[in-house]
């Protein structure tokens, strides 16, 4: 391209204060600059653009038709300036979420993300933790939500957010009028649990050391609502994190167990890959996910 839009500028400024020191004044620049700039623009044309009128430069009759031309280049231009910074500041994202994560708590991040920026997308995909970890290490994903602990050289596991699984069953269980449950009570029940490869399920074992060979693990299912509803049913008893069992504690069509022997505590962890670019999206994304955690 023969022409810049630095030499639009000056040209339109130019026209419109009809004298080259203002205009220059006006772009932040020196006159030199400003003129300079304006007489390579007709040079690299062989055209003339204004008529000297005393100390003013007045538009011929070339300037005014490219005028508006002018104008509205550089209003475009403009608009895609505004538009860049804009995607600069947020933009896409690509985020992985456990189910738990992804159920009860991504999807408010994700709206409060994209009511910030109309034009920016969250593409959220869930899975267990295991399958994050490898979406997140094959730079599918920005970021990822999870609920397990992972040591890998290539991810860096950033701490967000406390949780606690929490032991429960159906109202009309026979453990349901039990204060607390022992180690005897954990043997002797039928449980309905999470997958390996989850984050429940690793803190789930972890909790139940030393029991695990002797427990009856009726079935193991993916989805937290389907367990959910297993239990509500009357098949077994479960362990999940607090967070997807609120609303069902508040209807009271579960209840929640005491195990006061055992530690379900564990924590919400971002995970991202090192060599991965970590952009104002990606760390907006990140400061929404702690301030929802206040």
Same mark, same amino acid.
């Given at each position: 391209m023969r022409y810049t839009l630095r030499q639009l500028e000056v040209f339109l400024a130019t026209a419109h204060f009809e004298n080259v020191s203002r205009a220059a004044e006006h772009l932040s620049m020196s006159q030199s600059a400003a003129s300079g700039a304006l007489?390579?623009?007709?040079?690299?044309?062989?055209?003339?653009?204004?008529?000297?009128?005393?100390? %003013?430069? %007045?538009? /011929?009759?070339?300037? %005014?038709?490219?005028? +508006? #031309? &002018?104008? &509205?280049?550089?209003?475009?231009?403009?608009?895609?300036?505004?538009?860049?910074?804009?995607?600069?500041?947020l933009g896409p994202i690509k985020v992985g979420a456990t189910l738990t994560i992804g159920n009860y708590l991504a999807v408010?991040? *994700?709206? %409060?993300? *994209? &009511?910030?920026? +109309?034009?920016? #997308? !969250?593409?959220?995909?869930?899975? /267990?933790?295991?399958?994050?970890?490898?979406? !997140?290490?094959?730079?599918?994903?920005?970021?990822?939500?999870?609920?397990?602990?992972?040591?890998?050289p290539d991810l860096d596991l950033l701490p967000w957010r406390d949780d606690e699984l929490v032991v429960f069953c159906a109202p009309d269980h026979p453990l349901a009028a039990k204060k607390t449950l022992d180690d005897h009570d954990l043997r002797a029940a039928t449980w309905i649990v999470r997958e390996p490869g989850s984050g429940t399920r690793q803190t789930f074992e972890r909790a139940m050391h030393g029991l695990l060979p002797s427990l009856n693990l009726l079935l193991e299912l993916e989805h937290t609502e389907a367990i959910k509803r297993a239990v509500e049913t009357g098949l077994g008893i479960s362990c999940l994190s607090r967070v997807s069992l609120r609303e069902a504690f508040r209807r009271g069509s579960l209840v929640p167990l005491a195990v006061p022997e055992r530690d379900f505590s564990r924590q919400f962890y971002f995970v991202l890959h090192r060599q991965k670019h970590r952009s104002p999206g990606v760390e907006r994304w990140l400061q929404l996910c702690r301030e929802s955690s206040g």
């Open positions: 007489k390579e623009l007709e040079s690299q044309f062989g055209i003339k653009l204004f008529e000297r009128a005393g100390k %003013r430069l %007045r538009l /011929n009759e070339l300037g %005014r038709q490219l005028w +508006p #031309r &002018a104008e &509205a280049l550089l209003g475009q231009a403009l608009e895609l300036q505004v538009s860049l910074l804009s995607h600069h500041d408010s991040i *994700m709206a %409060r993300y *994209m &009511a910030e920026q +109309p034009d920016a #997308r !969250v593409k959220l995909e869930v899975a /267990n933790t295991s399958a994050i970890v490898e979406r !997140v290490l094959g730079f599918d994903l920005d970021v990822g939500l999870i609920e397990g602990e992972i040591n890998h």
